[in-house]
């Protein structure tokens, strides 16, 4: 058996395979108690990171802190360009290593990262909750299915959202624009 070096393209990564000399994000396990440091010291040395954290409020010996903690404790995602070097995240102090699937680095799909982002953001109030989630109970307020309720399924962006409507004894998707729904109170 030969030993391959280890390339963001290899046979393991399937459908989160980055393109040929396209920047793709690596999830990378730090130290205990270092995620910040390893988030501090990749950044010196012109990575892009994202750290998920939130706003954490506790109480010890009738203190009250507020602190800062990491989401997923001892992990960080790093934006890996195609002129970058893995050996240097490895390298990075504070950092374990970059999680691998069978000895090779496998991307986190964009999706993933990009909905983390959102929800750090609205745990950190720095977005608003969205006003429909799914597992909402809605009534249609205008329209051919004006006054039925539906269950809402997902939302597209801001202004759309994708209803599940009992019709005839069936279940069935529905996308409206979200000013003709309110949620059930």
Partial sequence: MTLQPITSHHPYTGEYEALPGQPAWYLVQCKPRD???AEEHLKNQGFTCFH???TVRRTH???RTVR???????YLFVLIRPQQSFAAV???RGVCKIVNFHGYPSPVPVSLVTALMRHSRILNGQEPE???KPGDTVTITEGAFQAIEAV???????ERVILLLNLLS???ELEMATSQVRVVK
């Fill in 152 to 158: 809402v399924k997902a939302t597209k962006g801001e």
């Fill in 52 to 54: 998920p954290t939130h």
């Fill in 68 to 74: 800062v903690e990491s989401l997923f404790p001892h």
């Fill in 90 to 92: 490895n390298a990075t």
């Fill in 170 to 172: 069936q279940e069935r």
């Fill in 61 to 63: 010996a009738n203190r």
């Fill in 35 to 37: 995620g910040f440091r």
């Fill in 130 to 132: 969205p006003e429909f």
